[in-house]
């Protein structure tokens, strides 16, 4: 270990500089979120290192039905993993764990803990994501100190069954609305993620696209590839 670099405290992982630091816009290219619906006998662990091995940039982890001890062991050891890898670890939702445990960050939705409140308790140094679905939520987000905006759902999806539909227009405006990162989520797979060239996005989050499928390395490397094509075009809408 070179000499610049320190020990988080939380997690005896070694980082040379602080999550927030190391954040850039490339890190939401291709945006992996959990879900345990479809591990089929194989652990989360394995599963997110197949997506990381095939080109994931960022892993979220969301549980909406593990609690206490065995959420906080999950995310130990997806923490882990992304740790190996160099990628962005956030939790979804609870900003508490996200602190314990030390992980890089927190994503959070209009209706879990302001995002102001959120980067009070987590401090200057970690990643705080929001989901927001117009314009005005996006720019108070920002002003609040969200370092990204997740926007979704821009196509239909079975995944979370109470999201509500942003069209192409809306997530145009908040691209523009705004100068932090915006990655899109709801839906994206490798035939529809060429749609969204020219919105002003700097990266796609997949959930089914790539956990719901039999070989979650081939198809994390798929929707990169797919992902890659949208944003070197002379059409990529400024998204870098």
């Known amino acids: 270990m070179e000499e610049s670099e320190q020990m988080d405290q939380a997690d005896g992982l070694p980082h040379s500089r602080s999550p927030r630091a190391r954040f850039r816009r490339e890190s939401l290219r291709l945006y992996a979120v959990t879900d345990r619906a479809w591990l089929s006998g194989r652990t989360l662990d394995s599963v997110v290192r197949e997506a990381l091995d095939g080109g994931a940039t960022f892993v979220q982890l969301r549980e909406k039905s593990l609690d206490g001890g065995a959420f906080r062991a999950a995310a130990r050891s997806v923490q882990a993993v992304c740790a190996r890898y160099g990628v962005p670890f956030v939790i979804n939702d609870d900003v508490m764990l996200a602190k314990d445990i030390g992980a890089d960050g927190v994503h959070i939705g209009q209706d879990d803990m302001a995002a102001r409140e959120a980067r009070g ?6 990643i705080v994501g929001v989901s927001v679905q117009t314009a005005e939520e996006a720019v108070r987000a920002a ?3 969200a370092d990204y905006l997740g926007v979704g759902a821009v196509f239909p999806t079975g995944t979370k ?3 509500a539909s942003v069209s192409l227009k809306a997530l145009r405006d908040i691209c523009r609305a705004v100068d932090i990162p915006v990655v899109a989520i709801g839906g994206i797979n490798v035939e529809n993620v060429a749609r969204l060239s020219g919105s002003g996005i700097c990266g796609v989050a997949a959930v089914s696209a790539i956990f719901a499928e039999r070989d979650v390395r081939a198809a994390a490397a798929l929707l990169r590839a797919a992902s890659e094509r949208l944003f070197s075009g002379a059409d990529a809408g400024g998204a870098l």
């Open 121 to 126: 308790l987590l401090g200057p140094d970690k």
């Open 161 to 163: 069954a109470d999201a």
């Open 143 to 145: 002003r609040d100190g």
